[in-house]
């Protein structure tokens, strides 16, 4: 029954957008699961005008609380969306996975922030990197990926 379901889901996906699924999947880290959720939590792409529109929604920043232009620290943890962190965390940790670059980026990461914080930048990149390959219509780049680190 649920290969069937699966199946399924994956023809729909197929015709729902092949061009976004196509890219998606040349990711390092998002496999077939991970590809459909982030399609379809994202809808159209089109609806973000910037980047950090982008993260925001995913969960992977934390917003500022601010009033008259000052700072007051952040707040509203729970805005956006909870499949894409998930999706985006999920797809930082595979991407590791054989990944001697992505390893070394994580582990200069964990020297200045920590392992989970390594991570959590990990997945913020990586959601980076996904909103301008959706916008640009561009498969993953791994040397531009690894460059601007």
Same mark, same amino acid.
Not at 35 to 60: G, H, K
Not at 69 to 84: Q, R, T
């Given at each position: ?85 998930? &999706?985006? +965390? ?38 980076? &990197? ?17 460059? +601007?680190?």
């Amino acid at each position: 029954m649920l290969p069937r379901l699966e199946d399924h889901i994956e023809r729909s996906a197929q015709a729902h957008d092949p061009i976004a699924l196509a890219l998606l999947r040349s990711v390092p880290g998002i496999g077939h699961i991970l590809a459909l959720v982030i399609l379809y939590e994202i809808e159209r792409i089109e609806r973000f005008t910037r980047v950090q529109d982008f993260l925001s929604y995913c969960r992977l920043v934390k917003p500022m609380r601010e009033s008259a232009g000052k700072i007051y620290g952040h707040a509203g943890k729970k805005i956006g969306n909870v499949h894409l962190k998930w &999706a985006f +965390s999920e797809a930082a940790v595979t991407f590791l996975r054989g990944n001697k670059q992505g390893q070394a980026l994580v582990k200069r990461l964990e020297k200045r922030f920590g392992k989970p914080k390594a991570l959590s930048i990990l997945a913020a990149k990586l959601a980076r &990197a996904v909103y301008f390959m959706l916008k640009r219509k561009q498969p993953f780049n791994r040397e531009q990926f690894f460059a +601007s680190s």
